[in-house]
């Protein structure tokens, strides 16, 4: 058999003067079992990529190993947070805040005496009936004029 061609290409591959085309005929012509003795030493030049495929690709881990080997930390990318994940604890705060008073209130109702359902007192008054009431005021000046009143009218009572 005539392997002319593929002894020019070799001369031409090594003048760096083959195209892509050639070199993959090349490649393909290698990859085949039957090689004359002649052309057997650049076989292996032509099917390392095909045998060492694997190998060579770097994996995922690569610059993580890469960097531990130096000593420096790999970088740390950014995540996006969206407004939900923000405001997240602002909620579990105004969840707590309304647990706290809504135990407190119920704290707070429990605690007092039972009264009956209609709020008026024995002698049939409702504190809520008229907005102003007799007793005690917690002002000075209501307080002088109210022992005035009562002093003024007790001689007369007498």
């Known amino acids: 058999m005539d392997y002319k061609y593929i002894e020019q290409l070799l001369e031409r591959y090594w003048k760096c003067e083959t195209t892509l085309e050639e070199e993959q005929i090349l490649r393909t012509f290698f990859s085949q079992e039957n090689v004359p003795v002649s052309l057997l030493p650049y076989k292996d030049l032509f099917t390392y990529e095909q045998t ?3 190998s060579t690709r770097l994996g995922e881990d690569f610059d993580r190993m890469m960097l531990e080997m130096v000593g420096e930390v790999a970088p740390v990318k950014a995540r996006t947070i969206s407004l939900t994940q923000r405001l997240k604890p ?5 969840a707590i805040v309304a647990i706290i008073l809504t135990l407190g209130n119920a704290m707070q109702v429990a605690m007092q005496p039972n009264e009956p359902a209609n709020i008026a ?3 049939g008054y409702s504190p809520y009936d008229d907005a102003t009431q007799e007793g005690n005021s917690v002002a000075i000046a209501d307080t002088l004029r109210k022992d005035s009143l009562k002093m003024a009218e007790a001689p007369l009572l007498k």
Do not use: C, H, Q
């Open 90 to 94: 602002l909620f579990k705060a105004a």
């Open 121 to 123: 007192n024995a002698e």
């Open 52 to 54: 060492d495929v694997e």
